[in-house]
């Protein structure tokens, strides 16, 4: 059973870069059929899909009111995958998910069977 | 961006009961919706794809339905365990997009 997990800085001041990064325990990254994504969930609200990055093409697609400040990439070890949002305000505090996509051939569309625990990364000064 | 309705909101049930929540599509998704259940602190878990398709290890009481801009999630004998918060996403064109969520209390 694969474990996702989160790791990065719990607070960060506003204007700066929100950095996540998260590790994939059985190296499926390269080796599978998957979305890998961020989804995040402000306090006492719903879920936000933020984006994911599609390892065999490099390809990428995001959130577009987070398009401009977003950027997800695989990391060279193959392993993780990492998380970058620039210029946070107080509107992106909240538990930053990261979750694996299965895709199904039915219709041609992906779900989430894997998720890391959640890292809340709160902005303030 | 796919708009998605979930309705209620919450609701109040007891052990036993069966339970609907419903997700409308503010536009035709086939069958390219999941089911999420969430617990307080806890991260999602997947329910139902692809509409109707129950995911391996989810318990046969949960059922999905619909195609097109209608979905229904049914939890056919509300269990203990049951009580949590549950949301649709659409995967049919990005970005993917969320319900507001369904709180299932007692």
């Known amino acids: 059973q694969v474990q996702l997990q989160e790791s990065g800085p719990g607070l960060v001041k506003p204007s700066q870069t929100l950095s996540l990064t998260c590790s994939v325990s059985d190296g499926s990254i390269s080796t599978g059929d998957y979305y890998w994504s961020w989804i995040r969930q402000p306090p006492g609200k719903g879920l936000e899909w933020i984006g994911y990055i599609y390892y065999f093409s490099g390809n990428t697609d995001y959130h577009p009111s987070l398009q401009s400040r977003v950027t997800i990439s695989v990391d060279t070890s193959e392993i993780q995958f990492s998380l970058k949002l620039t210029s946070v305000t107080a509107a992106d505090t909240a538990v930053y998910y990261c979750a694996r996509g299965r895709y199904y051939y039915e219709t041609s569309g992906f779900y989430y069977d894997s998720w890391g625990q959640g890292t809340l990364v709160t902005v303030s000064s | 961006a796919i708009q998605m309705t979930q309705s209620p909101s919450s609701l109040s049930a007891s052990v036993g009961d069966r339970v609907t929540i419903t997700c409308r599509a503010s536009h035709d998704i086939g069958n390219n919706l999941g089911w999420y259940q969430q617990k307080p602190g806890k991260a999602p878990l997947v329910l139902i794809y692809?509409?109707?398709s129950l995911q391996s290890g989810v318990p046969s009481r949960f059922s999905g339905s619909g195609s097109g801009t209608d979905f229904t999630l049914t939890i056919s004998s509300l269990q203990p365990e049951d009580f949590a918060t549950y949301y649709c996403l659409q995967d049919y064109n990005y970005p993917l997009t969320f319900g507001g969520g369904t709180k299932v209390e007692i």
């Open positions: 692809a509409a109707v």
